[in-house]
């Protein structure tokens, strides 16, 4: 487009759009639910626009221009000795992940009702671990390369942001309260995926598909990594969901 610059020397600047809402941090239920989880509280949802056009081969300057950015700056917050804080040195360096998301329904799920994970009921099989007394055959699964069900969903499947939802939703926060049937994780990732990604249906085709970019991201001040945590952790993480079209982007961030 006219006016804008090369991807060598394109920046970009962020306004936060505080009026935007996300109905998993509004509905009571799932509210409930993620204080069951260990997660209120310490998942969170920021909405941006952004001012210049997005590829996503240009994620690594766009996420370096967002942590620079003084709006995202002064509404981003990180985790320090279990207490959230604001971003209080520069950010010198990001990793940047793209994120697999083409899902438009739940069916990816689908195996997992009919490998011995669950019964009939939707009920979680409980399993034996040495370290965990209370274990199921679903985390098992999601954590354990070695189940005998790992691959019930495919490896490729895992990468998806969806299942990245799922599971994050399954393991929760340090002080959770596993859930015996599936139906509230299933759901609960419904809610979360629909808030934070954008669709759109082709008008000749009618096949309805992802527009969003997923970026797992990990920034770096000059001490070493400051967000989302200092340290490396499979449950604190971050993760930027970017409508090209819109221009908008959706920031989500847990820590464990």
């Not at 971003?87 to 994120?99: A, C, F, G, I, R």
Request: proline share 5%.
């Amino acid at each position: 487009m006219a006016g804008e610059k090369s991807a060598f020397d394109q920046t970009f600047s962020f306004s936060s759009l505080p009026s935007k809402k996300f109905s998993f941090l509004q509905d009571k239920d799932t509210l409930a639910l993620l204080m069951k989880w260990s997660m209120l509280g310490r998942i969170s949802a920021q909405s941006y626009s952004f001012d210049q056009s997005f590829c996503p081969y240009n994620s690594e300057k766009f996420v370096l221009c967002f942590f620079r950015d003084p709006d995202v700056i002064s509404s981003l917050k990180k985790m320090e000795a279990g207490v959230s804080v604001p971003l209080d040195k520069p950010v010198v360096s990001v990793d940047v992940e793209l994120v697999p998301c083409t899902k438009v329904s739940m069916e990816l799920f689908d195996p997992i009702y009919s490998c011995g994970i669950l019964r009939p009921s939707g009920h979680i099989v409980k399993c034996f671990h040495y370290a965990y007394p209370d274990y199921d055959e679903l985390r098992q699964m999601l954590q354990e390369e070695d189940s005998e069900h790992y691959d019930v969903v495919r490896r490729g499947e895992r990468g998806e942001f969806l299942f990245r939802l799922f599971k994050h939703l399954c393991l929760g926060g340090e002080l959770c309260q596993y859930e015996d049937t599936i139906d509230p994780y299933i759901n609960t990732t419904k809610q979360v995926y629909k808030d934070l990604i954008s669709a759109q249906k082709d008008p000749d085709t009618k096949k309805i598909s992802v527009v969003s970019t997923v970026i797992k991201v990990s920034a770096y001040d000059e001490f070493g990594r400051c967000f989302p945590g200092i340290r490396e952790q499979e449950q604190t993480f971050a993760y930027l969901i970017v409508d090209p079209f819109k221009r908008h982007l959706h920031g989500s961030s847990a820590f464990s």
